[in-house]
């Protein structure tokens, strides 16, 4: 994903997330299929301008390459990859050892995500999830970040997947870059001259995407309480991890356990307390 896209002028407004026609529709139709099934682009994002972003369909149809590993290789326990594709990651981390689900809105990315012996549910991530608050790490990768193109939604979707002490791995755009688009799927061919004539098929559906360099999403995550673990780049790729949040009752519990102590017992030094 090279090109840049210009920045828009507001957040996106289209079909929201979790709504099935604006959800399920873009990533389902046929120019990905197509692309997955023949494990080739050229597959772009298009912008109602006309601006294109180049999908890097090949390299999601091969076997992880060094910087996937390097994602990889930091995965703790049980991992879920939202927005699988085709499931080069779930398949890896499954001959890792490690337990791997991938969830997709798309019918042909699940069916290849299964038949590299990964496993898969056709699921958006805004769709109730097996395993909800218990998940080790989350995955999103490969530019996932910009799903349902509202980062703060999504990173609160993710808190409420992960476990406590639950970590976020997210590859970020190589640009400094915060911008929220409406995109269409585009497979680069001269719409048929047919397609304007009343009653034939419509456009590819628009739907919201957002882009984010790191400096971007370290600012959405601090902002809701995500904590830095660290930052790298590998094969031009940078990438990001991060310690979930704790939800606001455990936070208070806890704090409510604390003044108890201190209120009910003799003075503790730090280092018994239990981290
Ligand atoms: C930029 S592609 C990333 C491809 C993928 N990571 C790979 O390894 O091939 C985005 C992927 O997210 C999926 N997707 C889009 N919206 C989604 C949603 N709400 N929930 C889950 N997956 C979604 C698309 O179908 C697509 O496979």
Known sequence: MSTTLPPSSGPAADAPPDAPGGRLAPWGADPYANALRTG?????????DGWLLPLDVERWCSRAGAADLSALHRCEGPVLDVGCGP?????????LGHRALGIDVSEAAVARTRRLGGSALLRSVFDPLPGEGRWGTVLLVDGNIGIGGDPDALLHRTAQLLGTGGLLIAETAPLDLDERVQVRLDDGRPAPEAAAAPGSEPAAALFPWARLGTEALLRYARACGWRTVDQWSAEGRPFVSLRRPRPVLERNARTRS?????????PVISSQLPR
């Open 258 to 266: 604390q003044s108890a102590d201190s209120a009910n017992s003799a």
């Open 87 to 95: 499931g080069r990651l779930v398949a890896e981390l499954t001959a």
């Open 40 to 48: 080739r682009g050229p597959l772009f994002l298009r912008r109602g």
